[in-house]
């Protein structure tokens, strides 16, 4: 059985850092591509970053570029979202999700497999 957890949200301020954390369970995580996703209240879930298989490549939507770094530890089954410069615009539930594709530039839901049940992130202005 497969299980992708989140944790790490919480409120900040704008201007703020927080850093989520997925782990990963059931699953061969070294050969999946890992992303995070977003989704605000009354808004669709929309691609915030993905990350290779090998850790060695990334992407990222233009909103948090340069603002936010996906990372991963294969060892530890585990991909991360530092999140700095954090806007009220960020704030979200924010989902892990992995892909047999595999690859970094994983940018539609359609090509993930797996989810995880989504941790809420909230800025204040």
């Known amino acids: 059985q497969v299980q992708l957890v989140e944790s790490g949200g919480g409120l900040v301020q704008a201007g703020g850092s927080l850093r989520l954390s997925c782990a990963a369970s059931g699953l061969t995580f070294s050969s999946y591509g890992m992303g995070w996703f977003r989704q605000a209240p009354g808004k669709e879930r929309e691609f915030v970053a993905s990350i290779h298989w090998s850790g060695a490549s990334t992407y990222y939507a233009d909103s948090v570029k340069g603002r936010f770094t996906i990372s991963r530890d294969n060892a530890k089954n585990t991909v991360a979202l530092q999140m700095n410069s954090l806007k009220p615009e960020d704030t979200a539930v924010y989902y892990c999700?992995?892909?047999?594709?595999?690859?970094?530039?994983?940018?539609?839901?359609?090509?993930?497999?797996?989810w995880g049940q989504g941790t809420q992130v909230t800025v204040s202005s």
């Open positions: 999700a992995g892909s047999k594709y595999g690859g970094s530039r994983i940018t539609r839901i359609i090509m993930y497999d797996y």
